[in-house]
């Protein structure tokens, strides 16, 4: 499987970015595809998942209201739709993708997810 991810950028306080990962090379009927980050000097931690083949979605607590994920099942593409953005987002996003559902209890453990995208920069000031 792999996964490119784009849209990342630098933006101001406020404003409002929208992330995409292209996924190929996957036969898997049910995929989990997730968002993760990882800000300097901190553990990555799951931003927002979805069930590609149920469409079930999860977030973070935190970013309920400010982060919507999406898919484009024509396209292969999850994408990560991010407004309101704080200068605490600032991280370097991953995306993630595991051969299997996502379950509730633990979509936001990155050791669960098999393949990672090479990351894009978010910043925010």
């Known amino acids: 499987v792999q996964l490119v991810e784009s849209g990342g950028g630098s933006v101001q306080a406020g404003g409002s970015l929208r992330l995409s990962c292209a996924a190929s090379?996957?036969?898997?009927?049910?995929?989990?595809m997730g968002w993760f980050r990882q800000a300097p000097g901190k553990e990555r931690e799951g931003v927002a998942a979805?069930?590609?083949?149920?469409?079930?979605?999860y977030y973070a607590d935190s970013l309920k209201g400010r982060f919507t994920i999406s898919q484009d099942n024509a396209k292969n593409t999850v994408y990560l739709q991010m407004s309101d953005l704080e200068p605490e987002d600032t991280a370097m996003y991953y995306c993630?993708?595991?051969?299997?559902?996502?379950?509730?209890?633990?979509?936001?453990?990155?050791?669960?997810?098999?393949?990672w995208g090479q990351g894009t920069q978010v910043t925010v000031s």
């Open positions: 993630a993708a595991r051969g299997a559902i996502c379950v509730g209890a633990y979509w936001d453990i990155a050791g669960i997810f098999g393949y």
């Open positions: 090379g996957y036969t898997y009927s049910s995929i989990c």
């Open positions: 979805i069930y590609i083949g149920g469409g079930s979605t």
